[in-house]
């Protein structure tokens, strides 16, 4: 016990990049579980690539590596590429994963091509962009720590707010719609919130596997739970296990990028959930399965 | 056809069109008050869609709705809506109470939770379509007709005037059928007015009082004595038709 807190003494650093870690695990882990029950786990992927050239856009333009400047051109890309996605989708006959995939390949491409532009004017403030694409938390502050407690706290707040209205408009939008509530605005809004959990996320884990933060915690927790309350719950919890996980791995053994490492931590949860969880698990599955199977033959036998 | 007086639901002129595809083509339509209408027609001749433009759900190129002489936003809270049973993921997770409580959200209007009168409602609700045991089951463990006498206890505690039900005999078993029939019936007898989006063309004059044929145009409406001919289902159906029965 002595030794863990000293421990945490020496390495200030590292206590400050795991509840980083861990707030934007729970962040993207909560609203993560609406985009999974929406059946719309890839637009995750296509926001955080779609954030890559507002980073380097905002950099350009400012010149700066705050990350909160950074944040906001990634989170103000994201939204344009999610909001093209919809546009095509509702102008055009074009599909909705056919749009997703044009959308964020585009935006990646513009986001590849301008990140190699940057590094090319051998400006000695870039270093440290491409960390937006594997992601390295280590490079996480204070300061942003603050910044991810503060917006993802804020998201949070505004799903708990919204949770009845939310939960309709996932669970049949034509209803919601023909009660009242304005489901375009909440769609809206929910896609805002996904965008915050993404581009917060983006410095620790990278645009490249970012989604999988969004889509494995809430997959995980759906295996244990039946309602949705404690489904947005646990996959917050998983989220913030895997971030701090992964941060610590990563950390201890040098040189391996956390982002791949957290998403291997969330990985494993979402394994384990799988295998393990009651009555949706596969084991128990399997055992329900046998056990059934035997009675049946015992049954017959006994009829016999 | 249609009978002067008071009208619970007015359509005119309505054409609603996909891209340039119309899919419903200068409908006009008056049920009056206390009626049991049930909306027939092939598939894709648009009776999804007539319902969802009633509610304000599809944007009509042209035309009008009225319920009880207002625009559907100044009526929202006299209207009831099914919508078909396929058009959710049932593998949502939470229960059957918490569904049938949502029929409830419009009249709680934003942020504000249901709670306990909300609870009671949808307990009762459950009851009338002989569900209050399955009150809180997991909604993914529900049959078919399970999954729609929850969703008609939606409707219920809505408490309506108008309902508006898209497929409800849509895939269920017979008891269940018979349960909805009577809850139709009983809707009726309350002076409430019911729309039915219905597919088996042997049951209309059996279970409603008014039909309407449809086919992207309006073939006929009114009671079903006078309008479920076979000419006007010959009509609707292009010749189709295996079976007719028609009115009595």
Same mark, same amino acid.
């Given at each position: ?6 421990? +945490?003494?020496?390495?200030? !650093? ?22 999974? @029950? ?74 590849? &091509? @301008? ?5 090319? *004017? ?8 491409? *960390? ?15 910044? +991810? ?15 009845? $209205?939310?939960?309709?408009? %996932? ?23 996904? &965008? ?47 971030? %701090? ?17 957290? &998403? ?22 399997? +055992? ?17 | ?6 009208? /619970?639901? $007015? ?9 340039? =595809? ?25 009776? *999804?869609?007539?319902? =969802? ?24 809270? +006299? ?20 569904? %049938? ?33 399955? /009150? ?24 309506? !005037? &108008? ?11 017979? !008891? ?26 042997? !049951? ?45």
């Amino acid at each position: 016990m002595e030794s863990l807190s000293i421990l +945490i003494h020496l390495d200030y !650093t590292l206590m400050i990049v795991a509840i980083g870690a861990a707030l934007l695990g729970t962040v993207s882990g909560a609203l993560g579980t609406y985009a999974v @029950l929406r059946r719309q786990s890839l637009l995750g992927d296509a926001i955080s690539h779609a954030a890559l050239p507002g980073i380097a856009i905002a950099f350009l333009l400012t010149g700066s590596k705050t990350p909160l400047i950074l944040v906001l051109g990634a989170a103000i890309a994201g939204w344009l590429g999610t909001l093209l996605i919809m546009s095509i989708v509702r102008l055009t006959r074009i599909k909705y994963d056919s749009a997703l995939a044009i959308v964020l390949s585009t935006f990646f491409g513009v986001g590849l &091509v @301008l990140h190699t532009l940057i590094q090319r *004017t051998g400006n000695a403030n870039q270093a440290g962009l491409d *960390t937006f694409l594997f992601g390295q938390a280590a490079t996480i502050l204070e300061r942003d720590v603050l910044t +991810i407690g503060i917006l993802g706290g804020a998201s949070i707040i505004v799903t708990l707010v919204f949770w009845k $209205e939310l939960k309709l408009l %996932v669970f049949d939008e034509d209803f919601a719609a023909s009660l009242g509530f304005p489901t375009r605005t909440l769609d809206i809004l929910l896609t805002s919130l996904l &965008v915050i959990a993404i581009v917060l996320g983006l410095q620790a884990v990278g645009a490249v596997l970012m989604s999988a933060m969004l889509v494995a915690p809430a997959v995980a927790a759906r295996q244990w739970t039946n309602r949705l309350r404690l489904m947005v719950f646990l996959a917050g919890c998983f989220g913030a296990l895997a971030g %701090v996980s992964g941060t610590i791995i990563s950390s201890t053994a040098s040189r391996i990028p956390t982002g791949p490492t957290i &998403v291997l931590c969330a990985t494993v949860v979402v394994g384990i959930s799988i295998a393990f969880a009651p009555n949706r698990g596969l084991v128990w599955h399997r +055992i329900r399965h046998q056990r059934n199977r035997r009675d049946l033959k015992m049954a017959a036998e006994a009829q016999e | 056809m249609e009978t002067a007086g008071s009208k /619970a639901i $007015e359509v005119t002129d309505l054409t609603v069109a996909y891209q340039d =595809k119309p899919v419903l083509w200068d409908i006009d339509l008056n049920v009056p008050p206390g009626v049991l209408l049930s909306i027939v027609g092939p598939n894709g001749a648009g009776k *999804t869609t007539l319902i =969802k433009a009633i509610l304000g759900l599809v944007r009509p190129a042209a035309g009008s709705v009225l319920i009880y002489n207002k625009p559907y936003e100044a009526q929202r809270q +006299i209207v009831g809506y099914v919508p078909q049973r396929g058009s959710v993921d049932w593998d949502f997770p939470t229960n059957v109470l918490d569904v %049938v409580m949502m029929g409830r959200y419009g009249a709680l209007g934003w942020v504000r939770r249901p709670g306990r009168q909300e609870r009671e409602l949808a307990l009762q609700a459950l009851e009338k379509v002989g569900m209050a045991v399955y /009150a809180t089951r997991q909604i993914s463990q529900l049959s078919g007709g399970q999954q729609q006498r929850v969703f008609l206890a939606r409707a219920l505690v809505q408490d309506a !005037t &108008v309902y508006l039900m898209d497929e409800p005999f849509q895939g269920v078993d017979a !008891t269940t059928e018979r349960a909805i029939v009577t809850l139709l019936q009983e809707l009726r007898a309350n002076g409430k007015t019911v729309v039915v989006v219905h597919h088996d063309l042997q !049951t209309v004059s059996d279970y409603f009082d008014w039909v309407m044929l449809l086919n992207i145009r309006r073939i006929a409406s009114g009671p079903v004595d006078e309008v479920f001919t076979p000419d006007n289902l010959r009509e609707t159906y292009g010749g189709r038709v295996a079976f007719m029965k028609t009115g009595k």
